[in-house]
């Protein structure tokens, strides 16, 4: 296998002479200079490549990548400032989003090294009348002898920094003030560095990237270095020309290379110079024309297919919903697929008005992150309607959207393991990525320049949506937002008051099927990812929609609203024709469908009309669809508007007085629960996953698990209302941050949200009345904490229990049913977006206390539960102890001559603390909690388990004392 070794070569006499890397000095000679150059490079690991001076690579615990030593004498005195210039000639430098930003990066690193010194920098990334290159002033080198004679390379000096002149042999310090390029003295520029590898053509040791292939900037180009002077009358003079360039063993072994390209006389880099050679176009303009389909790159399509088709050799049949090849909607997948293909390019290219870089802006950027406040983070992703898959950054309080392409090599090049994430990617590997590259993101903001480049160009949420509606169809395409921190547009069709779309599956998983019933739902608006968007709130369920502008927002409001407005409906005619209840008759019913088709036909005009404009008339159209789509609804019959307007003063009522009834069927687990995203395991009831949070993560958690707790006792009593309320605020624990709390608060966390949760599950799944169905119960019904779903079983037996003794019964496994999930799984592996915490969130500290606080809400345990807040420790001890005395009440009995213990001490009974010699398992629990009952005579026994699940749970009474101080 052939290894990269660079090749050096000299111009000498009018052609290029070979440069050993071996460290073997070669004499040139040109017009206006003659003398010798000396190169040694570090070898690659393995290589047998012969190398004579390795060994000064590692001098003075030094450990450089190269030494270069060039020693001239100008036949002719310079008369301006003579540079070191590195420079391409074969081609422009081809940048995009990210390598522009990285070119930030370099040109900030060099101008802080630079600016140390108080050197002058020049640079260009190449126009018509200059070369990509980067100069500096010879006078800046580290080192520099000067002689009378020719000296033999290399010369070893004893500092790193520092001017010599030989006098009689040897080395004498001299200011940098006295050499002199003339013809009399022989000056030997040295230059050493452990930064760029010229054989793997990388640079390494940058502050927060590691290794950065320079050929991701210009390709395989050579690298030009010359020595010039920037003569104000003559122009550009060259003293010394040298090409370097990577190449294969192979090819270096074979033969002689190819000769070449001359050097070109171009224009002398100066700073005024600083603009890139490509320009900025249009991409939804250029689309079209410029991205042909046959270089378009493959992909892959939503397969969407009934719950009964079969999947036959992988494939997936598609279901009458679902756009196809040659139809309207499939050639509306392949145009969003080419737009967002344009607007990559479109980012990879300059963005208008954002100017080069500058030296100043650089060293704004270096302040900036030595002493600013830098924050960012990355809230959403997208997957729009071809699968494309975009992310939201967020730095410094701007918010911009990058394709996952950029993204992936962004954190590429900041060092890390390469992110494999596509748009079909499950939830699980979405957000593993998602926190991998925050991680790196909050590394690169100690690389002054990087995101402030990769972010500059801003890129809104909407500019990303398709919009597309199809009347003919009665679909349309619409984001949504399918759990926290996930958008994803989805093609969506309205049948009758239905609202369903499609999410494909995992693999060859089937896909999922999403209905929304409209009917008796509440419609509000708010704002996800600086977007506008329509919060739907059913009895069961909430969504969440965004709409591209304020016209396709408006088309999806009139559609929706035209199944709100009239509640509970009855099929009139097939698809469309819908009548109120207990109001259809004859005259009535055409008026409902002639309203629908109206609507429709209004939104087809709307649609030809808005793409035959340009983009210009588009923005000023998007008033006149509003208004001209209340005429439409303005044109019904008298009837038809006072039905809706009856409807409307209703539904405003029942808004204010906040008291929507749920329906009677939301008692027992049913389709609502299911995940369509398939993020956890089927048959889970997870309650709290009822809509989307939208309001970041709550604080303090345990001050919130405290108040869901006495908000889920206070509903046992409440009706429907409460346990609406409940479910809504409950919904906060899905972003909850357990990061930060101490083992006390995080034990009393647990016992909190376990409690909530038991007595929630009943309310929302109904009693179960069954020992079968208990077990059900508590392996199914869940709440989602910190971004992944625990069941009660879990929540016991992984969490609260992790470090303590199993429990003493037959079957254990059998009943016990649990998900299991690694340390890694809870810290890098969420379900949804929720800030990351650590492993040790998810296990508590061992407490035998725990097997009398710990409440099954059965007649096996106490009627009342405690409720913790952050207290001191002696405010924890005292509430333990209230907590313990309530379920020795309820479960057992004390007494001077027998004490009856309740039965979970006995299944737990390896828990039992410490005792004296010879102690009992009893004896050991009856000298914990009554030792002053404890005597030789007295019996101890166990009480019997009741499984029947108790009516309700109330507050141990004290709990609201002024014991309880919040702290």
């Known amino acids: 296998m052939s290894a990269n070794l660079v090749r050096a070569r000299l111009c000498s006499d009018g052609g290029y002479i070979p440069l050993s890397a071996s460290g073997v000095p070669s004499p040139f000679r040109s017009e206006l200079a003659e003398g010798s150059a000396f190169f040694v490079h570090r070898p690659q690991p393995g290589s047998h490549f012969p190398v004579g001076h390795s060994a000064r690579l590692r001098a003075n615990g030094d450990d450089y990548c190269f030494e270069f030593q060039v020693q001239c004498r100008v036949k002719a005195r310079p008369r301006g400032t003579v540079f070191i210039v590195g420079e391409l000639r074969e081609g422009p430098m081809q940048l995009n989003l990210v390598t522009r930003a990285l070119c930030r990066v370099l040109l900030g690193f060099v101008q802080k090294q630079a600016a140390r010194r108080g050197i002058e920098l020049r640079y260009s990334f190449g126009d018509k009348t200059s070369l990509p290159s980067i ?55 040295m230059f050493a560095t452990s930064v760029i590898d010229l054989h793997s053509w990388c640079l390494t040791g940058i502050p927060g990237v590691r290794n950065l292939d320079l050929r991701q900037f210009w390709g395989n180009q050579a690298l030009h270095v010359a020595l010039f002077e920037d003569d104000p009358l003559t122009g550009r003079r060259i003293f010394l020309e040298l090409e370097l360039a990577s190449v294969s063993s192979s090819d270096e072994v074979s033969g002689d290379p190819a000769e070449p390209p001359s050097a070109v006389e171009a224009v002398a880099p100066t700073t005024e110079v600083r603009e890139t050679v490509v320009e900025l176009t249009d991409a939804a303009v250029e689309e079209p024309e410029a991205i042909s389909p046959d270089d378009a790159p493959d992909v892959e399509r939503m397969s969407f297919y009934s719950e009964g088709d079969a999947v036959s ?79 939201c950054i967020v730095f410094r309080g701007r918010t911009c959207w990058r394709h996952n392409s950029q993204l992936c090599a962004l954190c590429s090049a900041l060092g890390a393991q390469r992110l494999r994430l596509e748009g079909n990617s499950s939830v699980q ?113 909430g969504f969440v929609f965004l709409a591209k502008d304020p016209a396709h927002q408006g088309v999806i409001s009139d559609c929706l609203q035209s199944c709100v407005i009239r509640g509970d409906v009855e099929p009139a005619t097939e698809g469309w024709g819908l009548m109120p209840a207990g109001l259809a008759s004859p005259t009535c019913a055409p008026s409902a469908s002639t309203h629908l088709q109206e609507v429709w036909a209004a939104v087809r005009r709307h649609v030809a009309s808005f793409a035959a404009m340009v983009p210009g008339q588009q923005r000023a159209a998007v008033a006149a669809t509003t208004v001209q789509q209340r005429a439409v609804e303005a044109a019904t019959s008298v009837q038809q508007r006072a039905v809706e307007a009856a409807t409307s003063v209703q539904q405003r009522a029942a808004s204010a007085a906040s008291t929507v009834q749920l329906p009677v069927h939301i008692l027992r687990p049913a389709a609502p629960w299911h995940d369509p995203l398939q993020r956890w395991p089927k048959g889970r009831i997870v309650i709290n996953n009822a809509e989307p949070w939208l309001q970041g ?46 083992e006390q608060d995080l034990w009393c966390f647990w016992v909190n949200t376990f ?182 005579n007295v019996r101890i026994t166990f009480g019997t388990y009741g499984w029947t699940m108790r009516p309700r749970l109330d507050l141990i009474p004290g709990q609201d004392d002024v014991e309880f101080v919040s702290i």
């Open 697 to 742: 993560p709550p604080a303090p958690v345990l001050a919130l698990s405290a108040g869901l707790l006495r908000c889920a006792v206070d509903a046992q009593g409440g009706g429907e209302p409460a346990v609406r309320e409940l479910t809504a605020r409950s919904c906060a624990l899905k972003c909850a941050s357990l990061a930060g709390l101490g």
């Open 429 to 541: 590997d979405l957000e593993a990525g998602r926190r991998l590259a925050s991680r790196l993101l909050e590394q690169g903001c100690s690389v002054p320049g990087l995101l402030e480049e990769f972010t500059s160009a801003e890129v809104a949420v909407g500019t990303l949506l398709s919009g597309e509606v199809r009347p003919r169809k009665q679909a349309m395409f619409i984001g949504v937002v399918e759990a926290e921190g996930r958008i994803a547009e989805r093609y969506a069709r309205l049948y009758g008051e239905t609202l369903r779309w499609r999410v494909p599956g995992q693999g060859l998983s089937r896909s999922e099927e999403v209905a929304v019933e409209l009917r008796r739902c509440e419609v509000s608006t708010t704002s996800v990812a600086g977007a506008q968007a329509l919060v739907l709130r059913m009895p069961q369920r």
């Open 313 to 391: 050799g992988g494939s997936k049949s598609t279901s009458s919903d679902d756009p196809e090849p040659g139809d309207e909607d499939d050639d509306v997948q392949s145009r969003i697929s080419t737009y967002s293909r344009g607007l990559v390019e479109q980012l990879n290219r300059k963005a208008p008005g954002e100017g080069s870089l500058s030296v100043e802006d650089i060293s704004h950027d270096v302040a900036h992150a030595d002493g600013g406040s830098n924050s960012v983070d990355i809230p959403w992703y997208l997957l729009n309607g071809a699968g494309d898959l975009w992310w």
């Open 135 to 189: 100069a500096f002033p010879v006078l800046a080198a580290d080192r520099m002898v000067m002689s009378k004679e020719p000296a033999q390379l290399p010369i070893d000096t004893d500092e790193d920094k520092g001017t010599w002149e030989i006098r009689d042999g040897k080395l004498v310090s001299i200011d940098r003030s006295e050499l002199m390029l003339d013809e009399e003295h022989y000056v030997t520029i």
């Open 755 to 936: 409690h909530c949760l038991i007595i929630h599950a009943q309310l929302v799944a109904g009693r179960p009345r069954m020992v079968q169905h208990m077990v059900s119960f508590f392996n199914n019904c869940s709440y989602v904490v910190a971004g992944h779903v625990l069941s009660l079983a879990e929540i016991e037996h992984c969490i609260l229990r992790k470090h303590m003794t199993k429990p003493r019964m037959l079957l254990v496994k059998s009943i016990v049913r649990i998900w299991p999930r690694t340390e890694e799984d809870f810290e890098t592996r969420p379900c949804m977006n929720a800030p990351p915490c650590p492993a040790a969130c998810f296990s508590c500290r061992p407490d035998w206390r725990l097997n009398l606080v710990l409440n099954a809400a059965n007649h096996g345990s106490a009627d009342a539960v405690p409720v913790f807040e952050a207290m001191t420790e002696d405010q924890f001890e005292r509430a333990i102890r209230r907590a313990i005395r309530s379920t020795l009440d309820c479960c057992g009995s004390t007494g001077r001559e027998a004490i009856e213990l309740p039965y979970s001490l006995y299944r737990y009974r390896d828990d039992a603390p410490p005792g004296a010699a010879g102690d009992t398992v009893e004896r050991r629990w009856a000298r914990a909690l009554v030792p002053e009952l404890l005597s030789a």
